[in-house]
């Protein structure tokens, strides 16, 4: 049965530190693996990777995907207050809409 | 810049009570989605529609059900409410094309059954 994993499930730090954020993926006929950021309402796209291995950077906030060990890591950098939310990730496959997300990852920065 | 939206956004319901909730999106998307979000469970699919006249299973369908008679709407329906289905709903839709399948979600609907 397919499955995506994150951990850890809730996660706080200060201002300032490095976080990273873990997603393992059991995905029939992989495709992509996207991660989406929600704060107080709708999740919001993030990054989407394949297993072509290339990192995806935008600003503070970095993502790769390992196609052989099956994870993906987002890391943020100098975390800001604004960078509070759960972290979602997804896996997505050829033909199966059904996949689901992970239970996601609760980032607190505290000030 | 609509995207996708979502009505009402917040609910109240009697137990038994039927009611449906509205997710329209402007963007052209061949495929959409009801999920749902309770606490330690993550985004959960009910139904999807990948095109007009076409919808299908998610993960937890029992008690919901759905229609997409347009292409930019897609329904969820409620026929005799739970407590169980006391939740806030997610819709979302994507596009196929350059196998892109980013998802775009409306701002939710808190729904609370008595």
């Known amino acids: 049965e397919d499955k995506v994993v994150q951990s850890p499930l809730s996660l706080v730090v200060h201002e300032g530190d490095t976080v990273t954020l873990n997603c393992s993926y059991e995905?029939?006929?992989?495709?992509?693996l996207l991660w989406y950021k929600q704060e107080k309402k709708a999740p919001t796209f993030l990054f989407m990777l394949?297993?072509?291995?290339i990192e995806k950077k935008s600003g503070r906030l970095s993502s790769i995907l390992d196609k052989k060990e099956l994870f993906s890591i987002l890391n943020i950098t100098a975390t800001q207050t604004g960078d509070s939310a759960v972290y979602l990730c997804k896996g997505s496959n050829f033909g199966n809409e059904k996949l689901t997300f992970g239970t996601g990852t609760r980032l607190t920065i505290i000030p | 810049n609509a995207g996708v939206t979502q009505t009402p956004k917040f609910r109240v319901l009697k137990t038994g009570q039927s009611m449906t909730l509205l997710c329209a999106q402007d963007m052209n998307h061949e495929y959409m989605y009801w999920y749902r979000q309770d606490p330690g469970m993550g985004l959960r699919l009910i139904h999807y529609s990948v095109g007009e006249g076409t919808t299908a299973k998610g993960e937890v369908p029992d008690g919901y059900n759905v229609s997409r008679l347009k292409k930019q709407n897609f329904l969820l329906g409620l026929e005799s409410a739970a407590p169980s289905q006391t939740s806030v709903y997610f819709c979302a839709s994507s596009s196929q094309r350059q196998g892109k399948n980013i998802q775009y979600f409306g701002a939710g609907t808190r729904l609370s059954v008595l």
């Open positions: 995905v029939t006929n992989f495709r992509s």
């Open positions: 394949t297993s072509s291995g």
